[in-house]
């Protein structure tokens, strides 16, 4: 539920543009799946950012998740929805273990479909 549908819907809910119902219905389900998922993040994020402030790691949230709550109207309504964190180098091992300690694993890149 990626591009421009959870805006679409959202646009929709509050009467700023209008659609078939049939489409219209399709693009509500597109806004609720963003918002769950941006529910998700920021309530997953949360305590790993806790963890990191409590051992001392500086961590800076950028992009995504703070463009979905300053930029689009709602947080859902963000075309592609995740965390990117900054970590300066010298804390990658205590922010690595931090993500480990919330059950995180490195993916190897290699394997992803792209």
């Given at each position: 539920m990626t591009g421009l549908?959870?805006?679409?819907?959202?646009?929709?809910?509050?009467?700023?543009?209008?659609?078939?119902?049939?489409?219209a219905?399709?693009?509500?389900?597109?806004?609720?799946h963003g918002e769950r998922r941006a529910?998700?993040?920021t309530t997953s994020l949360r305590p790993i950012l806790h963890a990191l402030h409590e051992r001392h790691v500086p961590a800076v949230v950028l992009k995504g998740l703070h463009t979905g709550h300053v930029y689009f109207?709602?947080?859902?309504?963000?075309?592609?929805?995740d965390a990117d964190l900054y970590v300066p180098a010298p804390h990658?091992?205590?922010a690595q273990a931090v993500l480990a300690d919330a059950g995180l694993r490195p993916v190897d890149e290699r394997a992803l479909p792209y």
């Open positions: 549908g959870p805006l679409l819907g959202h646009w929709i809910t509050r009467g700023e543009v209008r659609a078939d119902p049939a489409v219905a399709v693009l509500a389900d597109h806004l609720a529910a998700r993040i109207p709602v947080p859902g309504a963000r075309p592609f929805q990658l091992p205590a």
